[in-house]
DNA sequence: GCCAAGCACTATACCGGTTTAGTGTCAATC
DNA sequence: GATTGACACTAAACCGGTATAGTGCTTGGC
């Protein structure tokens, strides 16, 4: 059966479609009575509007879209970009407005596809993750002109709208809790070198840990569970390995606890570990692993809200989230003395 | 800058819009040359079809849905979904059709979603994942008329297209794992009762246990990591626990293993481990756990071929994949003596 | 030399909405 | 009693494509 349009109900109701859309759209231009009879059909007849001709009309998409571009071998267990997608859609169902996913082999596929995406007006503005310290896809969707919402330091993208954690406070609050339970010697096992969150922690980190006088060093992995357990394994053959380990993923962190108990390394009495990002996963594992907890939900929702309101006309600014808090658990103790 | 359009293409070939759409399409209809100086310039002038307009023309959305309902919290750490998602964005890439992706609260909401989308013309059609026991979706996807095609069981879906896992010949694989080794009471940890994997995993499994002449019983869980650590505990608190666990995914073996070591059983010492579903999250745990691997990405890919299949007016058919294949790790052993 | 056929292209309708300009009716105003 | 204006509505254009009927010109067959 034909699905309904208002030209079927402008017949039924003996009206013309200017009339049915006035009545649907709450326009001023029809009487009471007639709104009341046109949008007693609509219910009737069980009418949606077409996306397609409201789009063609409107000129909006009535789309938003989000690309992603880890190795898929890695996406799957990172609990944190489904958490993200769950806030996005708890703000665009709300506002009917439809999220195209997409995962991309590389940055070149990616800047593609926002190409794609706005050239064809399949969607009307997009969520950028993962900015990069040089990231190519900025200048291009400035050059498109597509509304974009970063997702990272208001700093790092080059005058979009970003929405942020606060990544400074999160390593402040990890080398403080070490140093208070006496490690003097810490570790950071970062993600992508170039990945803005990455120098911000690496920075923030430097200078708590000298501010509160111990040591740290940070080592380059790439939020993978075999970079994860590479980059313990070398920290934990050094002469002088650390006490404690902050990982800046989940992922990271229990897989660092894997390649650590199968060096015959105790957690937590040999070994302290912390991850940046709470999930099932920290919860999961024996020994439980203390994290910088965060709602990555509302974050999706906060980001999605400001791309909604930068569509609306209004300028959202940058938006700051809470500080993450440290959530402590068994992984974390006293050194070995 | 307006975005280019057939009708800025004709004006400068000096030709109508018809014209231009009969050289873009490669129908007849322009000479040779013409539909050269045509495609020149729309290349020239970087345009690309209007999705709406082109939508609203041939009434194709150009897209597919799919919709997840299980809870938020457990969706981040299943790898499983998004393995599944790369492989359905690789077939759609090649035939420029979009993925709406959306997370929904329940089967409701889902189901008022494929209401939306389909009375909107949002989709062409739906990818259906967990299908269960006496699905609510299938016969509202099946009264709508939306294209749909179902992963799992081929009887499950009540007719729709269905993509299906060998889910009796995985179960064998493992109790023939267990049986071998020397195992006589083996358990076996569900997901969803009412879900159809789970149905033919548990059938299975108690006639293949049967055949080899061991003890096996299956206990109901939910997928989660919480449920999987409370069905291990209750199973080895029992006053003859078994000796070998085969949890339906791998966050539930994970979270058991963490279970088990918490009671302090040693495994694979005392208590086997298996997981259906492999990923990253079995391989970087310790000791790494023995997993049913199965192409995850391909099973997406071949789903999404199906539903266009299905688009294009030949009938697919229920697809079978490969059975799983078993990946032997440190979880696994002979029971203690 | 006339008619038919084929070709290259134009004009136009159409998809299903939104929007703007215009029209007829009625009550209020002076 | 004529004028004004508000109101309720209609007619038609428009968004950007696709598809169909039609037109003028060339070519071929007999």
Known sequence: MRRPTIADIAQRAGVTKAAVSFALNDQPGVSPATRARILQIAQEIGWQPNSAARALSDGRAGAFGLVIDRPAGFLGAEPWF??????????????????????????????????????????????????????????VLKELGVPAVAIGPAQSAGGLVTVSTDDGAGARTVVQHFA????????HVTGMADLWHTRERTGALRDEARAV?????????DYTAEGGAQATTRLLRRRTP?????????????????????????????????????SVLCRLVHPSLTALTHDVVAYGAHAARSLLDLLSGSSPGDQAEPAPVLTVRESTAAPAA
Chains 1, 2 share one sequence.
Do not use: C
Request: proline share 4%.
């Open 242 to 278: 650390p006490t404690a380990i902050l990982y800046d993923n989940d992922l990271m962190a229990v897989s660092g606890l894997g390649a650590a108990q199968r060096l015959g390394v105790d957690v937590p009495d040999q070994l302290s570990i912390a991850a940046w990002e709470d």
């Open 82 to 139: 489904i958490q993200l997608m769950v806030g996005i859609q708890s703000e665009l169902a709300a506002a009917h407005t439809a999220l195209l996913f997409t995962v991309a082999e590389d940055k070149q596929a990616e800047i593609e596809l926002y190409r794609r995406w706005w050239g064809q007006r399949r969607v009307d503005g997009v969520l950028v993750v993962d900015v990069r310290l040089d990231d190519a896809r900025i200048p």
């Open 180 to 187: 208070r339970l006496g490690h003097e010697r810490i570790a």
């Open 213 to 221: 006088g111990i040591e740290a060093v940070s080592v380059p992995a």
